[in-house]
């Protein structure tokens, strides 16, 4: 965009990024925090497997338990965002998602049962977020979806075997920012979408 100043002058101005761009961008942030935290639970180190009492064998059972809350309840969300709005299945889903994984990443729960309890929390809380994504994404950036998923999927692996020690926290910590960054800038445009006047 030009803009003709006072003498003349001409001064290239940006054009602002549109509500759908960025509707997109928070939306594939979204599926990126999903896949992150379903596969960093199963790389993570040793110092972890103590704090939670979870033997090596029964790791697994932390992806299982996240995959099959997501996969059984998707539809059911999908379903919910058609009859409720997409608005409230958001809000629903980030707050379950972000407070199990502050719940964990505080070490609040330290046997094992109580850990997969919120690993099928956090699931239910990636189905309700997935389910909005699924309405809302637009169409001409769903190619790139199933990158964005392979790309959170490979980072969560990384970040699991990369983090040492105590520091396994930091696991659960980093879907806390970027989930609130996707699910507030989301639910802010859903808002003001339901302000406009039809």
């Known amino acids: 965009m030009v803009d003709l100043r006072a003498g003349g002058a001409a001064h290239v101005t940006a054009p602002r990024p549109s509500r759908g761009a960025i509707l997109a961008v928070a939306l594939l942030l979204n599926q990126f925090v999903v896949a992150l935290a379903g ?13 939670m009492g979870v033997s090596a064998t029964a790791l697994p059972w932390a992806v299982i338990v996240y995959v099959l809350a997501l996969g059984v309840l998707l539809l059911p969300f999908r379903w919910l965002c058609g009859r409720i709005g997409p608005f409230l299945v958001l809000l629903g889903g980030l707050w379950m ?13 330290t046997t094992p049962h109580g850990f997969l309890a919120l690993r099928g929390v956090q699931g239910a809380g990636a189905a309700a977020l997935t389910a ?17 998923i392979l790309g959170g999927l490979g980072v969560g692996l990384l970040l699991g075997s990369a983090v040492p020690g105590d520091s396994w926290r930091w696991v659960f910590w980093a879907n806390v920012p970027l989930a609130v960054l996707s699910g507030m800038t989301t ?3 859903l808002r003001g979408a339901r302000r406009r006047p039809a």
């Open 132 to 148: 909005v994504a699924l309405m809302l994404m637009p169409v001409r950036v769903r190619p790139a979806w199933s990158a964005v």
């Open 39 to 51: 596969s960093s639970v199963a790389t993570v180190g040793p110092g972890f497997r103590t704090a």
């Open 187 to 189: 639910l802010g445009l």
């Open 97 to 109: 998602f972000v407070q199990s994984s502050v719940v964990i990443g505080t070490h609040l729960v």
